[in-house]
């Protein structure tokens, strides 16, 4: 990684990192859905639109869907990147920590507003 004063090498990180995210992701929801349309991860019943009936109810349905919205934000992240906007809060402005990045790399928001964000929805 370059120093963090350098914004190309910082972008290029960014771009690298969500690429790889996307990639794993993307392969974890073909995975999933072959599962889930093949039976491999349910039970015998065949369901509505050849989808397999499941001992777990919508469980694998419930993974599908959060695989594809993970798929969404890292899009969304990418679109951000690529206006010139990526890594910035949309709270507060200011960078968003390169590590908070690294373990979220769709993140909106840094630590100290996404905190103050949960605290106020905890007190409703």
């Not at 419930?62 to 890594?87: K, N, S």
């Not at 590590?99 to 909106?108: C, G, H, I, N, S």
Request: aromatic residues 4%; charged residues 25%.
């Amino acid at each position: 990684m370059g120093p963090p004063d350098n914004p190309e090498a910082r972008r290029a990180e960014l771009n690298a990192l969500l690429m790889t995210r996307r990639r794993e992701t993307e392969s974890r929801y073909r995975q999933a859905l072959e599962q889930q349309q093949s039976g491999a991860a349910a039970g015998d019943s065949e369901g509505v639109h050849g989808w397999k009936a499941s001992r777990e109810g919508g469980a694998e349905v419930a993974v599908l869907e959060a695989l594809d919205q993970t798929l969404r934000q890292i899009d969304a992240a990418l679109a951000r990147l690529h206006a010139g906007r990526y890594g910035l809060c949309a709270a507060c402005g200011e960078p968003i920590p390169l590590p908070r990045l690294r373990a979220v790399p769709f993140a909106t928001h840094c630590v100290a507003c996404q905190t103050g964000q949960e605290n106020r929805g905890a007190k409703r």
